[in-house]
């Protein structure tokens, strides 16, 4: 009787412990060549797991924390590739490409929303660079303000972000691209209405 609930408490540790915990199930996209024969991920500079790869999969677990930013790494000290994946909770599929760029993540709703908040943040600054090329050399007065509609885009998408992102990363993200643009009371307010994650 003692060994049967001993091995149901062990079961029961083990399905807590999942519930918390991102996985990623990596795959090489075909054609490609991975430039490791390992991968890790990493939280900063800490290691959190590393796996071979192995006939182009590989699979990689560490706590969930939506609040994070987790990359993953060709090598742990190193900058030779990464890609970075939002900690969020639960299975992933991750195809990686010898360009980062190229990497997708499927079926991570706080993955698809920083990647949408990137497309459009791209979006408006690839606006602001082709109209200044139709700027004459002497049209400073006309660039500043293509420059001031530019910033006015961002800010407005990063505190939209922010409103709907409090407690993830992406409020991170995005009060990075604004954090210069605002005075002392305005980061306050915003900073307030965010996690302790974003005040620290």
């Known amino acids: 009787m003692k060994k049967y609930l001993f091995s149901l408490l062990i079961l029961a540790l083990a399905v807590a412990c999942g519930k918390d915990t991102i996985t990623i199930k990596g795959t090489v996209a075909e054609g490609e060549t991975f430039p490791s024969e390992f991968v890790y991920l990493m939280d900063g500079e800490t290691v959190l797991d590393s796996a071979a790869v192995v006939d182009g999969a590989f699979t990689l677990k560490a706590p969930a924390n939506p609040e994070k930013q987790y990359r993953i790494c060709a090598e742990p000290r190193g900058r030779l590739w990464n ?6 909770k639960g299975t992933f599929p991750v195809e990686l490409s010898a360009d980062p760029r190229k990497c997708d993540i499927d079926n991570s709703p706080l993955n698809e929303k920083l990647k949408e908040f990137n497309g459009k943040l791209q979006d408006i600054i690839g606006e ?8 004459a050399d002497d049209a400073e007065a006309e660039a500043e303000a293509l420059y001031e509609q530019m910033t006015d885009k961002i800010k407005d998408l990063s505190l939209d972000a922010i409103g709907k992102n409090a407690n993830n990363y992406i409020a991170k993200a995005a009060l990075q691209n604004i954090i210069y643009d605002l005075d002392l009371d305005q980061l306050k307010d915003i900073v307030g209405k965010c996690g302790k994650f974003v005040r620290d």
């Open 83 to 88: 890609y970075g994946i939002v900690a969020e």
């Open 128 to 135: 602001y660079r082709d109209q200044l090329t139709g700027l």
